[in-house]
């Protein structure tokens, strides 16, 4: 695609469901990030691959948080047993190479909204 | 720890008056430097990066190691300025790209 697509736009959920968020990015493209961002905050890191490698998850908040990527393309957060406070803007974005400046391409983000 | 911050929450200035949007940052070693940017309806996007010492839509922004600053600038706003910035300093992984740090964020208002 043209750019990096993420799914859903917008996700209600109630408490202790679990949810799936969906991240496909620039084709090609080696890393792929994912940031969550609250109100009034900027993007927090949470996890990033290069392929289908995780390479630093030491952003995820806890162990109801985890992600995949498992062959090296579409990347999948999951959030288990969902709850309030996990209610944010979850950004997902792809890079050429993991080098440094590299230029980072971000998805307009699923709005997550824990009920 | 590291650390960036943006102080101000929100800026608001007159088209063509001069603009600048503070960032510092609290690093050990030199990261690398990013200004990021979201427009109204869009997608977060890269304005401009510290090493290619490029000037993007009349935007500078210069690295002072002294006062471990990295403040945005722009000598004549225009409305289509108002956005969202963030900076972001970038966490060095020996040459890696690792992650990027975000500050709060700064939002520009240009007014006519």
């Known amino acids: 695609g043209a750019g990096v697509s993420q799914s859903p736009r917008y996700k209600v959920t109630k408490r202790g469901q679990d949810v799936a968020l969906r991240c496909d990015p620039i084709?090609?493209?080696?890393?792929l990030y994912w940031y969550r961002q609250a109100l009034g905050q900027g993007p927090e890191f949470l996890t990033y691959?290069?392929?289908?490698?995780?390479?630093?998850k030491s952003g995820l908040p806890n162990d109801r948080f985890s992600a995949e990527r498992p062959e090296g393309s579409i990347s999948t957060l999951t959030i288990q047993r969902t709850e309030q406070r996990d209610s944010a803007m979850y950004r997902c974005?792809?890079?050429?190479?993991?080098?440094?400046?590299?230029?980072?391409?971000f998805g307009s983000g699923t709005q997550l909204s824990v009920l | 720890a590291q650390r960036v911050t943006q102080p101000e929450k929100l800026l608001s200035v007159f088209k063509g008056a001069p603009v600048e949007l503070k960032c510092n940052y609290s690093?050990?070693?030199?990261?690398?430097l990013f200004w990021y940017v979201q427009y109204s309806r869009q997608r977060l996007q890269l304005l401009l990066r510290?090493?290619s010492r490029e000037s993007i839509k009349g935007f500078t922004a210069d690295l002072n190691k002294g006062e471990t600053s990295f403040h945005l600038k722009k000598p004549f706003a225009q409305e289509e300025d108002s956005a969202m910035y963030y900076c972001?300093?970038?966490?060095?992984?020996?040459?890696?790209?690792?992650?990027?740090?975000f500050g709060k964020g700064t939002k520009l208002s240009v007014k006519p």
């Open positions: 974005a792809s890079s050429l190479a993991d080098i440094q400046n590299e230029k980072l391409f």
């Open positions: 690093y050990s070693g030199s990261p690398e």
């Open positions: 084709s090609g493209h080696v890393s």
């Open positions: 510290h090493i």
């Open positions: 972001a300093p970038g966490v060095n992984y020996g040459g890696s790209q690792g992650n990027l740090i």
């Open positions: 691959f290069n392929y289908e490698a995780q390479q630093d």
